[in-house]
């Protein structure tokens, strides 16, 4: 495993927990050697994630879309930042950049990337180790949900065995990369 794609809210959250994982996990990130790939923003979780892995020496890339680039500003110091059209083509690249991937507390397009590479994971596209870091419990309401639709018959692998799932950065990273 060489790298992380880590989906996160640009927010810091209303509780500090949140950002003390994101700062945690950029730490592990770049104390494992493991490059961190994320939306490259400088504002909330996005920003502490990015600063604590460079904190550390490691190397961060940035992937966002041209609409975003043209009104919001983006960090600094990352490696590499790439700016795609569309998002599609943003997700996509993610995708290809990462050996797995990590959802901490964040909004709507923290749901929907990370429902999207554990949807194309399911669908057998790829085979990457798909998780939730589930911070102040944030992501037990998914599970669930989740829980509920295996119950039902609507999920091709148990949800348990499909994502992995942890409370803080450090053992989401060991669990992660015994899985790949």
Do not use: W
């Amino acid at each position: 495993m060489k790298s992380v794609c880590i989906f996160l809210g640009s927010n810091p959250g209303n509780n500090p927990a949140y950002m003390e994982a994101a700062d945690l996990m950029g730490r592990e990130l770049a104390q494992r050697g493991l490059t961190c790939v994320y939306g490259g923003s400088c504002t909330g979780m996005m920003n502490q994630l990015a600063e604590s892995a460079l904190a550390e020496g490691g190397k961060v890339i940035g992937v966002t879309v041209q609409a975003l680039k043209d009104k919001e500003e983006f960090h600094k110091g990352l490696t590499e930042l790439y700016v795609k059209p569309t998002m599609h083509e943003r997700k996509k690249l993610m995708i290809e950049l990462a050996d797995a991937f990590i959802a901490l507390p964040g909004g709507v397009g923290t749901f929907e990337e990370f429902f999207e590479v554990y949807t194309l994971k399911q669908l057998g596209f790829h085979d990457k180790p798909c998780g939730l870091l589930n911070v102040n419990r944030f992501y037990s309401p998914v599970e669930s949900m989740m829980g509920v639709a295996e119950a039902e018959g609507f999920l091709k692998e148990p949800y348990g065995q499909a994502v992995i799932q942890a409370e803080d950065p450090k053992t989401m990273l060991d669990l992660i990369m015994t899985a790949s």
